[in-house]
């Protein structure tokens, strides 16, 4: 993957940059907000891994910018904020993943990996497609087969989540966490209701099931075999 690294401690950076190199992947890397920003309108990298905590232009700002500018990077947070609001805040604002300093590299590097399996869904001016599941971003419409699904705003929410990562586990946590803005407002359950909605609607038919229980883990989207 191509990959950017924006980070402004040099050490780190160096030490980010050697480790995905020897993986692999193409990457440069950028110190600021502002030469990271510009840096990722221009090459539209595979991946950007973030700090938040730039000079110039901070990491939320820098991400609320390539999103407005339909920059579709994959993004990973890295910061020594690791409080819940911060987590929060970067997944609302566009971000894929996040990863609290002090971190172990061969865990960034696993989460590099997993985003870097995008499987079958593709997203072509707003529309994600897996099969024959169409779900229409802006238009915020899905069908199968041809066929218009109804389906309420949440659930239309936890099935952009899933589709828009095929083959990764999403835990009911994580799931609240994109859709709610505060963990109290939040019951997991009401995920496991969202997702039995959706298997009900998505599998008409005898439909191949695409969302799939992970054992005490949580839910994941992928093709049947």
């Known amino acids: 993957m191509r ?4 980070e402004d401690q040099p050490d780190l950076s160096r030490h980010i940059v050697t480790a995905l190199t020897a993986s692999g992947h193409d990457v440069s890397a950028c110190m ?6 510009n840096n990722a309108l221009a090459t539209q990298p595979d991946l950007i891994i973030l700090d938040l905590q730039l000079p110039g232009l901070d990491g939320f700002s820098v991400l609320e910018q390539l999103r407005s500018q339909r920059c579709s990077s994959r993004v990973i947070i890295l910061t ?9 805040r970067g997944l609302k604002s566009g971000a894929d993943d996040y990863l609290g300093k002090p971190f172990v590299m061969e865990e960034l590097l696993a989460r590099v990996d997993v985003l870097g399996r995008r499987g079958a869904t593709i997203e072509v ?9 169409v779900l229409e971003i802006s238009a915020r419409r899905v069908s199968r087969g041809g066929e ?3 389906v309420s705003p ?3 929410d936890v099935l952009r989540i899933l589709m828009g990562e ?24 009401t995920v496991e209701i969202f997702i039995m909605r959706l298997r009900k609607k998505l599998n ?5 099931a695409l969302i799939h229980t992970i054992r005490g883990t949580g839910y994941r989207f992928h093709e049947s075999a």
Do not use: K, M
């Open 166 to 189: 095929p083959g990764r586990t999403f835990s009911r946590d994580e799931i609240c966490e994109r859709i709610w803005e505060r963990e109290h407002q939040h019951d997991t359950r």
């Open 3 to 6: 990959i950017l690294v924006i």
């Open 154 to 156: 949440r659930e239309f």
């Open 204 to 208: 008409f038919g005898g439909r191949p």
């Open 148 to 150: 218009r699904i109804e």
């Open 125 to 133: 001016a707003g529309i994600l497609r897996s099969s024959d599941l």
């Open 32 to 37: 600021d907000g502002v030469s990271g920003r």
């Open 80 to 88: 020594a904020q690791g409080n819940v609001e911060y987590r929060i």
